[in-house]
Each structure stands twice: as C-alpha cells, then as structure tokens.
C-alpha cells in the first residue's frame, strides 16, 4: 500500500487548487495581422488565457442618444447582445468599467462613480493618459483605410433633418444630445464609472489589471482614440483586445474608398489587428455565434 504523507497532501490539494485556478481563466482565441514582405499580409490567430480578476471590459460612449440618427439603430440593435457578455463576465469575475464620455453628472453619486474616484494614484501614471491619442508610431507604416472627415453620417438626409429636430423639440443639442450611458446596460454598484484615462488607470493599476477588452462605438473615433482606448492601452503596456463585433463606426459610404459602412468597419477591424491590437468576439464569453447587423 502506498503511503500518504502530509507533504503528498499538500501536494495534492496545491494541484487540485492550481487546475480548478486554469478552469477559471477565460480562454480567448485573439485574431492579429503581420506584414509580410511586400504588400501581403498575414491573418494569425492565438490563443490567450487571463485571469479574470486581472482583466477588465471598458464600456466606450455607448450613449444614450447620437447625432446620427443610423448609428443609434444599430446601437439599439447591438446592446441587447453587449449586455449579455458584461453579465456573464461581471459574474466570472471581469471588471466592468462603464465610460460613457461627458456624462458623469447623472452618475456623481453612484458607488461605481465613487469606485473609480477613490482609486489610488498608480505610479506608473502615463503623462498623457489624459488626452485623446490619434495615432501610435506602428500606425505610420500603414494607410488609414478610410476617409470619415466628414464625420461619418450615413443617415438619409431627409431622416436626419426630421431626427434632428426630434432632438432639439426634446431640448437636446442635436450634435451632441447623449446625456448618460444607454438604459439597455446594466450597471451594477461593484462596477466603476470613468470618463477619465487617468481615474481608469489608477483603477486598474491598483487591481493588477493588465488585460482590458473594449466594447462600444465608435471604432473609428472614440474606441481607438479616447484617453482610455485602444491606442492608449496599448501604448502603454497593457494587453487590450477590441471586441470586433461589439463594436459600430462612423464612416460614410460616400465616402472613400466608397464600400458599404459594414465593410468600412472591417477596413478598421483590419488597420487595428496590424498596428494597434489584435480582436476577438463576444462568442468567445457567452457562447453561441459572433453577432451580425440584420444588414450585413
């Protein structure tokens, strides 16, 4: 008969501990592009395993309202389905970081507004997580692949004018009328709400995060560029993933390089897994199939 000792007990409960710890690590395959010589490039994917309580989901302007009058029916269309993966992350242990920007006033005396205010000032604060970042040095080796200087509106000119007075008959500025974050996203009180790169930081450096997943519009403006988004995140060290079908822009197919706004958005999907960060799908935590516009 084998003999059992305290050392092999200890052993065996370390193992039993260390397995159930790797049955609990979320387990994302993460799609990225290489250049290869010449014009080719490469699609690749690998397989990341994180932590949860070392990962957090940045919540980027899902407003509850927008100029363009296109980009809120696809809003509406998308939150249903981006509220499921913060529920089944929240309750695997993810961070819920809700960042509707310009609309901290209706959440001043949230818990998750005072969560993110509270958060110590990290050593290793960035000097500019303040400010919006347009571009990173891995980008100059590419084109951007669309024009959006006209802002991105694909409504019908028609529908937009006749929105836009809806807007203003409710006392809203047309061309900025979000006030909060969209009612179809829960918030919880152990979630934080930030606008700040700054205050998200510190939260997250005072939580050993290092891995964070954005979800939100738009890809194009505000998830790449925010002082918390894509661009700063990586920059700076952390290990962010867009969320590729979490996601909306806003580009104009009247304008170049003249696709479909759907093939817009997968012309920055692309830009983004070469020179900014690679991507994922909302499957990859609650299962099931990636999610499609109805016009797609």
């Not at 817009?264 to 983004?272: A, F, S």
Request: proline fraction near 6%; charged fraction near 25%.
């Amino acid at each position: 008969m084998k003999r059992i000792t305290l050392a092999g007990i200890v052993s065996l409960v370390a193992s039993v501990a260390l397995h159930a710890g790797d049955a609990d690590l979320l387990k994302l395959q993460l799609r990225y592009r290489v250049l290869r010589e010449g014009d080719l490039i490469e699609t690749r994917m690998k397989v990341a395993e994180w932590r949860p309580s070392q990962t957090a989901i940045i919540v980027c302007d899902v407003w509850d309202a927008h100029h363009c009058l296109n980009a809120v029916r696809r809003l509406d269309e998308m939150v249903p389905r981006m509220n499921q993966v913060l529920e089944k992350a929240r309750g695997q242990g993810v961070l819920i970081i809700h960042a509707p920007s310009s609309c901290m006033e209706p959440y001043k005396d949230h818990p998750g507004r005072k969560l993110a205010m509270a958060a110590p000032k990290a050593k290793n604060l960035p000097v500019d997580i303040d400010k919006w970042c347009y571009k990173i040095p891995a980008e100059e080796k590419g084109k951007y692949p669309i024009d959006q200087s006209d802002g991105g509106e694909d409504d019908d000119p028609k529908e937009h004018e006749e929105w836009h007075a809806k807007l203003k008959a409710k006392g809203l500025n047309p061309r900025a009328p979000w006030k909060r974050q969209h009612d179809g996203i829960t918030i919880r009180d152990n979630d934080a709400i930030s606008d700040s790169g700054v205050e998200i930081w510190n939260l997250l450096s005072s939580r050993g995060i290092d891995n964070v997943i954005l979800v939100g519009v738009h890809t194009n403006m505000c998830v790449l560029g925010r002082p918390f988004g894509l661009r700063q995140m990586a920059k700076n060290g952390k290990n962010v993933v867009l969320m590729r079908d979490m996601t909306d822009t806003m580009y104009n197919p009247k304008m170049p390089p003249y696709v479909s706004h759907f093939k817009g958005t997968e012309l920055i999907v692309e830009h983004i897994e070469k020179f900014v960060c690679p991507t994922m799908t909302s499957d990859q935590i609650i299962g099931g199939k990636a999610f499609r516009f109805k016009g797609m």
